[in-house]
Nanobody, 125 residues
Framework: QVQLVESGGGLVQAGGSLRLSCAAS????????AAWFRQAPGKEREFVAA???????NYTDSVKGRFAISTDNAKNTVVLQMYSLKPEDAAAYYC???????????????????WGGGTQVTVSL
């Protein structure tokens, strides 16, 4: 069973940066696609970014040029580096992974089998 644990959330001023990490229970990111989703209060969980084992990435339009997803060399951590944060980026951020069709950086929630418990990001004006 794959376990994912997020960390790095917190309070940041608008324009600031945060680095989220997701630690997996094994070196799964050498074979599994990873992604970050986010969910603001009263809204659906939405796709943010995805990365495949080969390094192909995909971003939702609203974060392109501001966020970067990556995995570490040991392939057991996926990172979401966030720059130029805006109040609308505030949400609970969730890490997800899937071993199905892992060569594509897919964006649908149904494409992911494993989920972490989330980490909260708050952006103040």
């Amino acid at each position: 069973q794959v376990q994912l644990v997020e960390s790095g959330g917190g309070l940041v001023q608008a324009g600031g940066s945060l680095r989220l990490s997701c630690a997996a229970s094994g070196r799964i990111f050498s074979t599994h696609r990873a992604a970050w989703f986010r969910q603001a209060p009263g809204k659906e969980r939405e796709f943010v970014a995805a990365i495949t084992p080969s390094g192909s990435t995909n971003y939702t339009d609203s974060v392109k040029g501001r966020f970067a997803i990556s995995t570490d060399n040991a392939k057991n951590t996926v990172v979401l580096q966030m720059y130029s944060l805006k109040p609308e980026d505030a949400a609970a951020y969730y890490c997800a992974a899937s071993g199905r069709g892992s060569w594509l950086p897919l964006a649908a929630r149904s494409d992911y089998q494993y989920w972490g418990g989330g980490t909260q990001v708050t952006v103040s004006l």
